[in-house]
């Protein structure tokens, strides 16, 4: 989703706060298990 990091921000975070509902695909982030497992449910993907 547009506008949720700032642009120049260095780091982040994923944690898991609710549900996803459609397949995404996020790199170069740190993810929480929670969150990890909730993307590959969605049929989404996490790259280290």
Wanted: charged content about 20%; glycine content about 16%.
């Amino acid at each position: 989703a547009a506008g949720l990091a700032r642009h120049n921000a260095k780091r982040g975070k994923v944690i898991l706060s609710g549900t996803i509902n459609k397949a995404i695909t996020l790199q170069g982030l740190g993810v929480s298990k929670g969150a990890r497992a909730a993307i590959t449910a969605a049929g989404g993907k996490v790259e280290d």
